[in-house]
């Protein structure tokens, strides 16, 4: 297996909202970010012990996620970030992201559970720049897990 050598190219991702049916030209993103999680730290310095601090393991801390892709129109993402934004309407919903080879099959795959729209904007508009409009979707989530597909 020499392939499983080289590290799989970043380009090449598919995004899913489940429970909304976005598949297709709904969910074709150009950039994903906040694939990150943490442990806090929480220090607790020991009476008399002057040389160092205890660092003890606290509870784990997820990014937001972060959606970009050209704006589309007629959008069920769109209209999902709409009510959960505008009227909030907090509809949550599990989003998978996977990271393709070249024959369109998962390497890896990311479930964020419970995810949330939290912000959405939309790109400048500049006359002076030949540029697309950019729509950018946040979400926020309750924990996600690396796996496969269900």
């Given at each position: ?38 442990v ?31 704006f ?20 949550p919903?599990?989003v ?13 795959t ?28 946040e979400?926020?989530?309750?924990r ?7």
């Open positions: 297996m020499i392939e499983s050598l080289y590290p799989p190219v970043s380009f090449h991702f598919r995004v899913d909202v489940l429970q909304l049916g976005s598949g297709g030209v709904d969910a074709r993103f150009q950039e994903v970010t906040g694939l990150t999680h943490e806090q730290i929480e220090e607790l310095a020991e009476g008399g012990e002057n040389r160092f601090v205890h660092r003890l393991p606290g509870r784990a801390r997820y990014g937001n996620l972060v959606l970009k892709r050209g589309a129109m007629g959008s069920k993402l769109h209209d999902w970030c709409e009510r959960a934004i505008g009227a909030l309407d907090i509809d919903k599990t998978t992201v996977s990271l393709l080879n070249e024959a369109h099959a998962p390497l890896a990311w479930r964020f559970e419970g995810a949330y729209p939290v912000k959405y904007a939309v790109s400048d508009f500049k006359a002076q720049e030949n540029a697309m409009s950019i729509e950018t979707l979400l926020a989530y309750r996600f897990t690396r796996g496969t597909l269900p």
